[in-house]
Nanobody
Framework: VQLQASGGGLVQAGGSLRLSCAAS????????LGWYRQAPGKQRELVAQ???????NYADSVKGRFTISRDNVKNTVYLQMNSLKPDDTAVYYC?????????WGKGTQVTVSS
């Protein structure tokens, strides 16, 4: 299983970014996927998840600002991030769990300047 995240960058507070995570080596449509983030000196935390049925779950801190979606044809999961805040600065990772084994992408840096 390989997960390749992209789309990070530097943006001003209030701006938007869209992260993408392309998956391979797995049956994409039948698996849940998630986005996590880790800020310097902090633990990795869940940002958003999307199930095979497209049911979604969000951290309270991003509800109403972030939207997770998936394209089962392109084998890609997206994270649309709007109204970004400096507290959103972190490395963002995509994740899936298959047969109780977690898989992680390399991460993409998001930096929000005030």
């Amino acid at each position: 299983v390989q997960l390749q995240a992209s789309g990070g960058g530097l943006v001003q507070a209030g701006g938007s970014l869209r992260l993408s995570c392309a998956a391979s080596g797995m049956i994409f449509s039948t698996n849940a996927l998630g986005w996590y983030r880790q800020a310097p000196g902090k633990q990795r935390e869940l940002v958003a998840q999307i199930g095979s049925s497209r049911r979604t779950n969000y951290a309270d801190s991003v509800k109403g600002r972030f939207t997770i979606s998936r394209d089962n044809v392109k084998n890609t999961v997206y994270l649309q991030m709007n109204s970004l805040k400096p507290d959103d600065t972190a490395v963002y990772y995509c994740n899936t769990v298959i047969s109780a084994m977690p898989y992680w992408g390399k991460g993409t840096q998001v930096t929000v300047s005030s």
